[in-house]
């Protein structure tokens, strides 16, 4: 269970992984051995997956956010599509939903021919799909990657 300095070194890591234990140590009121020791558990008990820079989709070409709806839901098709999506490098996020559709995907393409291309090949080409919906972003209001960390939760 996360206690309220877990939390504070939390928020903190997700706002800048690349301050030091010192700094994080001031921001939460613990000692840098402290906020050492308890960055190494939360790693090890799989709090902190990654540590990554994030970089500006905007910049790299088109973002795309792509309903997908089977024809008839089974556990091969849901598993054959979860393994092509986990080797698709073009797709960075995929979940599966309640509703009426079945996935989500978030996608990034240098162009939108390339999208095209890609929703032919791995899309129209799949016989499971029997619709696929795209919204092509073309404002990004709010992107933000941390997680809440309320201690009521």
Known sequence: MLDTFDRRILAALQRNNRQSMASIGRDVGLSEP???????????????????????????????????????????????????ILADDHITQCYTVTGDEDFILIGYFSTMAHYDDWVSAHLLSNPAISRSTTHVVYQRVKYETAVPLDASN
């Open 34 to 84: 402290s906020v050492r020791r308890r960055i190494s558990a939360l790693r090890a008990e799989g709090y902190v997956i990654a540590d990554v820079s994030l970089i500006n989709p905007d910049k790299l070409g088109v973002s795309v956010i792509v309903s997908i709806r089977f024809e008839k839901e089974s556990h091969n098709t849901y598993t054959a599509f979860k393994k092509q």
